[in-house]
C-alpha cells in the first residue's frame, strides 16, 4: 500500500516522500472513515484528500470558503494534468451546467464548491454523480469559537446525514480544542479519526524590536527589505493610513510597494493581490484585510509594523511567509503607543476581558527573555522541550544590568510630578527638554529634570518598557495615560529593593539605506537567501529558467509558482538535468510537468552548458 500512495505522489505532484501525518491521513480516508486533519499552514494538507480524490472511484467534492483559494487550488491541479474544477458564482450558468454535465460522465476527479452552493446543489449531486468523498477545507470556520465563523458552514451539518456512506475529512490550520470539538460535533463525524501535526514552524525565524523611534524602525525596514533583495514579503500594519503612508515611503526609496485595505475599491485591492500572487510586487503593506485566500507559497519574509492584538493572529499572520518549507523571517515591532490604542480597542470591544487576556499574552511573548518558540508553542498547548535556536532571544540571548539607579530617575520623577504625566512626558522631563508643555507645568523646576539627559530617547523607552512588564508602574488608560507608581515600584525608588534591566539592542548605524537601485518594472523573485547559487554561472542560469518560468506562467495566465516552485528552480539550476528522464527527477515535478515543460527548461540547460 505504501508503495502505491508513493507512486501516485511522484507521479502527480513529483514528491518523493511524504510530510509528517500526510499517509495516516490518506490510508484513513481511503478507508472511508471519517478523518479531522490538524496541520499548520504549509504542512500539506491539500494531498491529503486530493491522493484520495485521485485514486477513489467518482468525484471528490470540496468545500472552500473562498473562490481565490479554489481558483489557486484548480490551477495548482490542473498544472499536475489533474481533472479539477470549481462550480461557483464566478462562473457563468453555462459554465456550470457544462461542469454539472462532465461530472455526471464521471469526467471530474476533484470538484471545489463553496458552502451555500454545495446545499443548493444536494438534490443534484445526491442523484447524479458518484461522490468519493467530502472535504471541507477551513472546517474552522464552522465554528463559532473559531477566529473565522461562516453561517453557511453550520449547514454541511445535513452531508453525514444524507451521505451515509461517503468519507467526510475535515481539514483546518485552526489548533484550539474548542474548535476541533466543534467541527467533529457540528459536521455529525462518526467515529473520527483524528489527526494532529505539530503546530511548530522551525523554517520561520522570529525577532523582536521594541520601542523604536519612528525613524529607526524605518531604517530597519530598509535594510531588511535591502536584505531580502527582490524577495516578496508583507508588512502588517494597525490602520489603513499607516499602510498607505509606508507605501509611500517604501516606493520613495525605490522600493516595489503596494497597499492593501478594506478602504480600497474592489478592483484596486484584486490588483493588488494579483500583482504580488503573480510576482509583480515585491512588498505588500497592508491591514490585517491581507492573507486569508493567498496561498503563495514563496512569501519569504513578514514584518509587523505594530503589535498584533493577539497570538492567534499574530501567528496566523507570519504562517504566511514560508510555505514551501524554505526559510522565512518574521520581525515584530511594538511600542508604547501601540499598547496604549490596542488597550483602548480591546477595552471597548465586546468581549473586553478576553480581549484584554489575549492582548497581555502577545505583550508577554513580545517582552519575551526566553526562547519565543517555547511561549508560542506553549500557547497552543505544545511543550517545546528545547530552545529553537531560531528567534532573536535564542541567538543573542539579553545581557542584564543593574539598572536601580536608572528607575530610580524615572520612578522619581513620576512620583514629583504627583503621577500626573504620560510616558512622552515623562521622558521629556527626564532628559531636561525645554518643550512649552514642561515649562508651563513647571516640570522644568522639579529635581528629577534633566536627571536621565545623557540616556537617548528611544533607550529610555525601552527602559519604560520593561519597567512596565516588571511592574514598577502602571498606566491609567482612561485617565490620559498617566503614570501610577505601584508597590514594587516604591520598594525600588525607596532602595528596598534591586531592578534588573536588559541592555537595550540598536540597529546597526553603519549600514547605510540602501540606494535606489530597485526598477519598479521587473518582477520579482527569489534568490540567494534561500539557497545561495554558487556561481556567477549558476545566477545567470537561475535567471534564465526564471524567466522561462515567467513567460510560460504569462502565456497561462497563471502565477509563476504553479508552474514551479522556487524550490524546484534552485534544484534544476544546480542539478543541470539534461534528459527529460533526468528533469523528471527533481522533486516537485511530476510526470504531466514533465512532459509539458521538460523539453523548453532542458534546451536552455544545453544551450547554457555547452556555451
Ligand atoms: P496547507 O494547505 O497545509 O497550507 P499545502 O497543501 O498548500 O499546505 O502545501 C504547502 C506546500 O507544500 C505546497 O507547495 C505543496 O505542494 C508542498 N507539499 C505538500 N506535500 C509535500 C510533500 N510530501 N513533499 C514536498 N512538498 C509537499
Ligand atoms: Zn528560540
Same mark, same amino acid.
Given at each position: 500500500?505504501?508503495?502505491?500512495?508513493?507512486?501516485?505522489?511522484?507521479?502527480?505532484?513529483?514528491?518523493?516522500?511524504?510530510?509528517?501525518?500526510?499517509?495516516?491521513?490518506?490510508?484513513?480516508?481511503?478507508?472511508?472513515?471519517?478523518?479531522?486533519?490538524?496541520?499548520?499552514?504549509?504542512?500539506?494538507?491539500?494531498?491529503?484528500?486530493?491522493?484520495?480524490?485521485?485514486?477513489?472511484?467518482?468525484?471528490?467534492?470540496?468545500?472552500?470558503?473562498?473562490? =481565490?483559494?479554489?481558483?489557486?487550488? /484548480?490551477?495548482?491541479?490542473?498544472?499536475?494534468?489533474?481533472?479539477?474544477?470549481?462550480?461557483?458564482?464566478?462562473?457563468?450558468?453555462?459554465?456550470?451546467?457544462?461542469?454539472?454535465?462532465?461530472?455526471?460522465? !464521471?469526467?471530474?476527479?476533484?470538484?471545489?464548491?463553496?458552502?451555500?452552493?454545495?446545499?443548493?446543489?444536494?438534490?443534484?449531486?445526491?442523484?447524479?454523480?458518484?461522490?468519493?468523498? %467530502?472535504?471541507?477545507?477551513?472546517?474552522?470556520?464552522?465554528?463559532?469559537?473559531?477566529?473565522?465563523?461562516?453561517?453557511?458552514?453550520?449547514?454541511?451539518?445535513?452531508?453525514?446525514?444524507?451521505?451515509?456512506?461517503?468519507?467526510?475529512?475535515?481539514?483546518?490550520?485552526?489548533?484550539?480544542?474548542?474548535?476541533?470539538?466543534?467541527?467533529?460535533?457540528?459536521?455529525?463525524?462518526?467515529?473520527?479519526?483524528?489527526?494532529?501535526?505539530?503546530?511548530?514552524?522551525?523554517?520561520?525565524?522570529?525577532?523582536?524590536?521594541?520601542?523604536?523611534?519612528?525613524?529607526?524602525?524605518?531604517?530597519?525596514?530598509?535594510?531588511?527589505?535591502?536584505?531580502?533583495?527582490?524577495?516578496?514579503?508583507?508588512?502588517?500594519?494597525?490602520?489603513? =493610513?499607516?499602510?498607505?503612508?509606508?507605501?509611500?515611503?517604501?516606493?520613495? @526609496?525605490?522600493?516595489?510597494?503596494?497597499?492593501?485595505?478594506?478602504?480600497?475599491?474592489?478592483?484596486?485591492?484584486?490588483?493588488?493581490?494579483?500583482?504580488?500572487?503573480?510576482?509583480?510586487?515585491?512588498?505588500?503593506?497592508?491591514?490585517?484585510?491581507?492573507?486569508?485566500?493567498?496561498?503563495?507559497?514563496?512569501?519569504?519574509?513578514?514584518?509587523?509594523?505594530?503589535?498584533?492584538?493577539?497570538?492567534?493572529?499574530? *501567528?496566523?499572520?507570519?504562517?504566511?511567509?514560508?510555505?514551501?518549507?524554505?526559510?522565512?523571517?518574521?520581525?515584530?515591532?511594538?511600542?508604547?503607543?501601540?499598547?496604549?490604542?490596542?488597550?483602548?480597542?480591546?477595552?471597548?470591544?465586546?468581549?473586553?476581558?478576553?480581549?484584554?487576556?489575549?492582548?497581555?499574552? &502577545?505583550?508577554?511573548?513580545?517582552?519575551?527573555?526566553?526562547?519565543?518558540?517555547?511561549?508560542?508553542?506553549?500557547?497552543?498547548?505544545?511543550?517545546?522541550?528545547?530552545?529553537?535556536?531560531?528567534?532573536?532571544?535564542?541567538?543573542?540571548?539579553?545581557?542584564?544590568?543593574?539598572?536601580?539607579?536608572?528607575?530610580?530617575?524615572?520612578?522619581?520623577?513620576?512620583?514629583?510630578?504627583?503621577?500626573?504625566?504620560?510616558?512622552?512626558?515623562?521622558?521629556?522631563?527626564?532628559?531636561? =527638554?525645554?518643550?512649552?508643555?514642561?515649562?508651563?507645568?513647571? *516640570?522644568?523646576?522639579?529635581?528629577?529634570?534633566?536627571?536621565?539627559?545623557?540616556?537617548?530617547?528611544?533607550?529610555?523607552?525601552? *527602559?519604560?518598557?520593561? &519597567?512596565?512588564?516588571?511592574?514598577?508602574?502602571?498606566?491609567?488608560?482612561?485617565?490620559?495615560?498617566?503614570?501610577?507608581?505601584?508597590?514594587?515600584?516604591?520598594?525600588?525608588?525607596?532602595?528596598?529593593?534591586?531592578?534588573?534591566? /536588559?541592555?537595550?539592542?540598536?540597529?546597526?548605524?553603519?549600514?547605510?539605506?540602501?540606494?535606489?537601485?530597485?526598477?519598479?518594472?521587473?518582477?520579482?523573485?527569489?534568490?540567494?537567501?534561500?539557497?545561495?547559487?554558487?556561481?556567477?554561472?549558476?545566477?545567470?542560469? %537561475?535567471?534564465?529558467?526564471?524567466?522561462?518560468?515567467?513567460?510560460?506562467?504569462?502565456?497561462?495566465?497563471?502565477?509563476?509558482?504553479?508552474?514551479?516552485?522556487?524550490?524546484?528552480? @534552485?534544484?534544476?539550476?544546480?542539478?543541470?538535468?539534461?534528459?527529460?528522464?533526468? %528533469? !523528471?527527477?527533481?522533486? !516537485?515535478?511530476?510526470?504531466?510537468?514533465?512532459?509539458?515543460?521538460?523539453?523548453?527548461?532542458?534546451?536552455?540547460?544545453?544551450?547554457?552548458?555547452?556555451?
Amino acid at each position: 500500500m505504501k508503495e502505491q500512495l508513493l507512486d501516485v505522489l511522484k507521479l502527480y505532484f513529483g514528491y518523493n516522500s511524504f510530510r509528517p501525518l500526510q499517509e495516516a491521513v490518506i490510508t484513513s480516508i481511503l478507508q472511508k472513515k471519517d478523518t479531522l486533519a490538524l496541520m499548520p499552514t504549509g504542512g500539506g494538507k491539500s494531498i491529503c484528500y486530493q491522493i484520495p480524490a485521485l485514486m477513489m472511484e467518482g468525484t471528490a467534492v470540496i468545500v472552500s470558503p473562498l473562490i =481565490s483559494l479554489m481558483k489557486d487550488q /484548480v490551477e495548482s491541479l490542473q498544472a499536475n494534468g489533474i481533472a479539477a474544477q470549481a462550480l461557483n458564482s464566478s462562473n457563468d450558468e453555462t459554465t456550470n451546467a457544462s461542469l454539472r454535465f462532465q461530472c455526471q460522465q !464521471g469526467k471530474i476527479k476533484l470538484l471545489y464548491i463553496s458552502p451555500e452552493r454545495l446545499l443548493s446543489e444536494i438534490p443534484f449531486l445526491l442523484q447524479d454523480i458518484k461522490i468519493s468523498l %467530502f472535504a471541507i477545507d477551513e472546517a474552522h470556520c464552522i465554528s463559532q469559537w473559531g477566529h473565522d465563523f461562516r453561517p453557511e458552514y453550520t449547514q454541511l451539518n445535513v452531508l453525514r446525514e444524507r451521505f451515509p456512506d461517503i468519507p467526510i475529512i475535515a481539514l483546518t490550520a485552526t489548533a484550539d480544542k474548542i474548535t476541533q470539538q466543534d467541527i467533529l460535533k457540528q459536521l455529525h463525524m462518526r467515529n473520527p479519526q483524528i489527526f494532529i501535526s505539530s503546530f511548530d514552524r522551525p523554517n520561520l525565524s522570529l525577532t523582536v524590536k521594541r520601542g523604536l523611534r519612528q525613524e529607526k524602525k524605518l531604517r530597519t525596514i530598509l535594510q531588511f527589505i535591502h536584505r531580502h533583495d527582490k524577495e516578496c514579503g508583507i508588512i502588517y500594519c494597525m490602520s489603513r =493610513s499607516i499602510s498607505e503612508k509606508l507605501t509611500n515611503i517604501l516606493q520613495n @526609496h525605490g522600493i516595489n510597494a503596494a497597499a492593501y485595505h478594506a478602504g480600497l475599491r474592489n478592483k484596486e485591492r484584486e490588483k493588488a493581490q494579483e500583482d504580488f500572487v503573480k510576482d509583480r510586487i515585491q512588498v505588500m503593506c497592508a491591514t490585517v484585510a491581507f492573507g486569508m485566500g493567498i496561498d503563495k507559497p514563496n512569501v519569504r519574509w513578514i514584518i509587523h509594523y505594530n503589535l498584533p492584538k493577539s497570538i492567534e493572529s499574530f *501567528y496566523q499572520e507570519i504562517g504566511r511567509a514560508g510555505r514551501d518549507g524554505l526559510p522565512g523571517e518574521t520581525l515584530l515591532f511594538y511600542s508604547f503607543s501601540d499598547i496604549i490604542l490596542l488597550t483602548k480597542l480591546a477595552s471597548q470591544s465586546n468581549q473586553q476581558k478576553l480581549n484584554m487576556e489575549k492582548l497581555h499574552r &502577545m505583550q508577554q511573548y513580545a517582552e519575551a527573555d526566553i526562547c519565543r518558540r517555547r511561549i508560542l508553542m506553549n500557547y497552543f498547548g505544545e511543550a517545546m522541550e528545547e530552545d529553537c535556536h531560531n528567534c532573536d532571544v535564542c541567538k543573542n540571548p539579553p545581557k542584564r544590568f543593574d539598572g536601580t539607579i536608572i528607575v530610580q530617575k524615572a520612578l522619581s520623577a513620576i512620583a514629583r510630578t504627583n503621577e500626573q504625566t504620560d510616558i512622552q512626558t515623562l521622558i521629556e522631563i527626564l532628559r531636561g =527638554s525645554a518643550g512649552e508643555n514642561i515649562i508651563k507645568n513647571g *516640570y522644568d523646576k522639579l529635581k528629577t529634570y534633566g536627571a536621565g539627559r545623557e540616556i537617548p530617547t528611544s533607550d529610555w523607552k525601552d *527602559y519604560l518598557l520593561q &519597567m512596565r512588564n516588571l511592574g514598577y508602574f502602571e498606566i491609567a488608560y482612561n485617565e490620559n495615560n498617566r503614570l501610577k507608581l505601584t508597590d514594587s515600584g516604591r520598594k525600588v525608588l525607596f532602595g528596598q529593593a534591586q531592578a534588573v534591566l /536588559v541592555v537595550t539592542k540598536h540597529p546597526s548605524k553603519k549600514e547605510n539605506i540602501p540606494p535606489k537601485t530597485y526598477s519598479k518594472t521587473t518582477d520579482i523573485q527569489t534568490n540567494s537567501f534561500i539557497s545561495p547559487l554558487s556561481t556567477k554561472e549558476d545566477v545567470t542560469l %537561475f535567471e534564465r529558467l526564471r524567466l522561462l518560468r515567467k513567460e510560460l506562467a504569462e502565456r497561462q495566465k497563471i502565477p509563476p509558482y504553479i508552474i514551479l516552485s522556487d524550490k524546484c528552480l @534552485h534544484q534544476i539550476t544546480a542539478i543541470k538535468p539534461k534528459t527529460i528522464e533526468a %528533469f !523528471g527527477q527533481i522533486s !516537485g515535478i511530476g510526470e504531466y510537468k514533465k512532459e509539458k515543460y521538460g523539453k523548453e527548461f532542458i534546451d536552455i540547460i544545453r544551450k547554457f552548458t555547452t556555451n
